[in-house]
């Protein structure tokens, strides 16, 4: 957990701010996991029913800790892709695009040959891996050589990307059905299903990305201060092209993951994508204007993301509460960790 | 020039009609309502140009309707190209711009099939359409005051379908074969489309004959797999064992609800809707246990076909009884014993309909609240 403010541009690193800071997004966690039970409690209390809180609670089981970990491991694999970019001081919107073509071609290029990973289909997860990079790369690409502002640039790549599902499919689903590859989901090992592990794996590169190679630091640097990196001889451009082709990269995982968990690659598969990755990102501490954050950071927002989604859904709250909810803790998520003191104007 | 010349030939034409059917309307729209028929002569036409004004295709829903009528077209031992394309692209301003557009070209000889987009749109529609002779069907959107009887031979008829009679059925289907006790969650559409609305009525419906099955839970997906999964995952969480049956809003909700089921090793029954072809695959294979096919490519032929015939004079719609002009569309249930037929008979061969039987498969007169 040191790495929580890596390269940090506060000069002030060890006020009591900056530790709350440090800290509020695993405090958060804890408490929502901690208070969901409460509500169960409540209720098998009014019930007259016995019940003793967090061991007979069905929100704080293993069972349920791994259906948390099923729904968050797209989300996971597409935050810590744009996580990168946010700390560039950029920001990418192309992620629901990117996935429903990296899911499609996945699909398509699955079944083709063969249709079952023992066979040569499994060519099919690099060419995936592959076609989320080239989006990435033209995302950067443009972003830099026309010098057009990420956000619009891949904003408009998302809908090319959404658009070009949909001409390759006509709007079809396509089924992957090989059990091998289902067994991302219906193997466990100790409880979680093998993506959950994957997923992991995955984070695991990504913070040694992000803290042991110089491309990492690099990220940091330009979000840190462009103008500083620029005069020490960074070379930006290369920095951010590199930045936006690895985050295509992440995409495409979590569209793999995606298609892994319900089995369908549609043009639909990236939807909402967006608004879970970004607030994951946002509520898990990584600032918008870069610099400050980092993957592990990450990981703490898209849980605590999927843990109010799961836990309305057990406590038997409305559906329409959660992205309420999710939005006060983005407002409060960026009002805390903006430093007042230092910041002229916004606009 | 004479194509100008046409043209302000049709205008004067029509804003003569225009100019009669206001001066009428004015002094006798009670009138009306009392002698039936509308004072412009119910002209017969020997060869109406036929129309569909709709969203576009792209949605695959409206792609099967049009498709319907190009088919009815094609009955007609003319071209698919005949068919003229109204495109309104979720405007109801284009629509209503484009009908009294097509209405002036044609001078009022067109036999209009048409969704107008919304259903205050409907009465404008209809309106111009009668006042220039012309003969018009309309499908899904109409508000509850407009009535094609009210309008004597020119509109011909309305079709809409109602959810909620069929989505009880599923339900029915659904609580029978969990024995008529234990309980069953619901995943609906956006909460706030009326589609979802009735669909999750339906079920409620049918749990008032089943007292000893509790619904557990009702919960928006958004008709969206993904959304679906998540939201099941929580109520497996929730509710565990006691979730003995799944009712879902639609076929793509229910793909999610079967993938969360199968995660946790769980076989639950299912009951979806739409017959979509890949659920008619599940239901054949026997992990969905009913859906439901409302048949578009039907929908849409019999709509052109209802214009068109009351337009040559075939039938006088004013002489037809009331379930013949305002009229429920079908509804096909899908059952792991007939999936496989269904599939055959709807899915992989279109079956050629006779587009003069106006009413068979339909569902009965529209009823309102």
Redesign the interface.
């Known amino acids: 957990m040191t790495e929580f403010v890596t390269g940090g541009n506060s000069p002030h690193i060890n006020t009591l701010r900056n530790i709350i800071l440090k800290w509020a997004p695993l405090f958060v966690l804890a408490s929502l996991v901690l208070l969901f039970p409460i509500f169960e409690w409540l209720e098998d209390f009014w019930r007259g029913k016995d019940h003793f809180y967090l061991i007979d609670s069905?929100?704080f089981?293993i069972?349920?800790a791994s259906?948390i970990a099923?729904?968050a491991t797209p989300g996971l694999m597409i935050a810590i892709g744009v996580t990168f970019i946010i700390i560039m001081g950029s920001i990418d919107l192309s992620m629901e695009g990117t996935v429903s073509v990296s899911a499609v071609i996945f699909a398509f290029v699955f079944i083709a040959l063969g249709g079952t990973l023992a066979g040569w289909a499994w060519l099919a997860i690099p060419i995936a891996l592959v076609v989320g990079g080239i989006m990435g790369f033209i995302n950067g690409f443009i972003h830099v050589m026309f010098r057009v502002p990420s956000f619009m640039v891949s904003l408009a790549m998302g809908f090319v990307g959404t658009g070009f599902a949909?001409v390759l499919t006509g709007?079809d689903?396509i089924?992957v059905e090989d059990e091998l590859f289902r067994s991302l989901?219906?193997v466990r090992w100790l409880n979680f299903?093998i993506m959950c592990y994957v997923a992991m794996l995955a984070l695991l590169v990504a913070w040694f990305i992000q803290s042991r190679t110089t491309i990492g630091r690099n990220f940091y640097a330009v979000g840190g201060g462009e103008e500083l990196a620029i005069a020490s001889g960074l070379n930006v451009s290369r920095v951010r092209i590199m930045g936006f082709t690895l985050a295509g990269i992440f995409f495409a995982l979590g569209a793999l993951m995606?298609v892994g968990?319900?089995?369908?690659a549609?043009t639909?598969?990236g939807?909402?994508f967006m608004f879970i990755s970004i607030t994951a990102v946002v509520v898990g501490g990584t600032a918008l204007w870069g610099g400050i954050g980092g993957v592990l950071n990450t990981l703490v927002g898209v849980l605590i993301v999927n843990v109010i989604?799961?836990g309305?859904?057990?406590?038997?709250l409305?559906?329409?509460l959660q992205d309420g909810v999710l939005g006060v803790l983005v407002i409060t998520a960026v009002v805390l960790s903006t430093n007042r003191k230092t910041i002229s104007f916004v606009k | 020039m004479s194509f100008i010349k046409k043209f302000i030939e049709a205008e004067t034409f029509s804003r003569r009609n225009f100019l009669l059917a206001s001066a009428y309307g004015i002094s006798g729209a009670a009138a009306m309502r009392m002698f039936g028929p509308s004072p412009i002569m119910a002209a017969e036409y020997n060869d109406p140009t036929i129309a569909w004004s709709y969203r576009n295709r792209?949605n695959?829903y409206w792609n099967e309707i049009v498709s319907g009528g190009e088919a009815f077209v094609e009955s007609l031992g003319k071209s698919k190209g005949f068919l003229t394309h109204l495109i309104n692209e979720g405007s109801s301003e284009k629509s209503l711009a484009d009908v009294k557009a097509l209405l002036a070209k044609t001078n009022g000889e067109l036999a209009l099939a048409i969704d107008t987009n919304d259903a205050p749109n409907a009465r404008p529609v209809v309106e111009a359409c009668v006042d220039a002779g012309a003969y018009v069907s309309t499908l899904w959107n109409k508000t509850d005051d407009l009535h094609p009887w009210d309008f004597g031979d020119h509109y011909v008829s309305h079709m809409s379908w109602s959810d909620e009679g069929p989505a009880e059925q599923t339900a029915r289907i659904l609580l029978e074969a969990i024995g008529g006790k234990g309980g069953v969650v619901h995943l609906g559409g956006i909460?706030s489309n009326n589609p979802a609305i009735e669909r999750l009525n339906g079920l409620k419906n049918a749990l008032k004959d089943y007292p000893d099955v509790e619904l557990l839970?009702a919960?928006?997906a958004d008709w969206?797999?993904?959304?679906a999964?998540?939201?099941m995952?929580?109520?497996?969480?929730?509710y565990?064992d006691e979730i003995s049956g799944v009712h879902c809003a639609n076929d793509?909700i229910g793909?999610?609800v079967l993938?969360a089921l199968?995660?946790e090793g769980m076989d639950v029954p299912i009951v979806t809707y739409d017959g979509n072809p890949?659920a008619v695959d599940l239901v054949a294979e026997g992990k969905i246990l009913a859906t439901v096919f409302t048949n578009p490519h039907w929908g849409g032929g019999i709509t052109a076909s209802l214009a068109y015939h009351a337009a040559v004079g075939h039938f006088k719609p004013s002489e037809e009884p009331h379930e013949h002009r305002e009229f429920y569309g079908p509804t096909i249930f899908i059952t792991p014993d007939d999936a496989l037929e269904f599939k055959a008979n709807y899915l992989e061969n279109v079956p050629t309909y006779d587009w003069t039987d106006f009413w068979g498969p339909s569902n009965g007169q529209i009823m309102y609240k």
């Open positions: 069905r929100f089981s069972r349920n259906r099923v729904a949909l709007g689903r089924r989901l219906t299903p995606a968990r319900i089995g369908i549609e639909a598969t939807n909402n989604n799961n309305m859904v057990v406590i038997g409305p559906n329409w | 792209t695959p909460a839970d919960q928006p969206d797999t993904q959304k999964n998540q939201v995952q929580g109520f497996i969480t929730r565990g793509t793909y999610g993938e199968r995660a890949q």
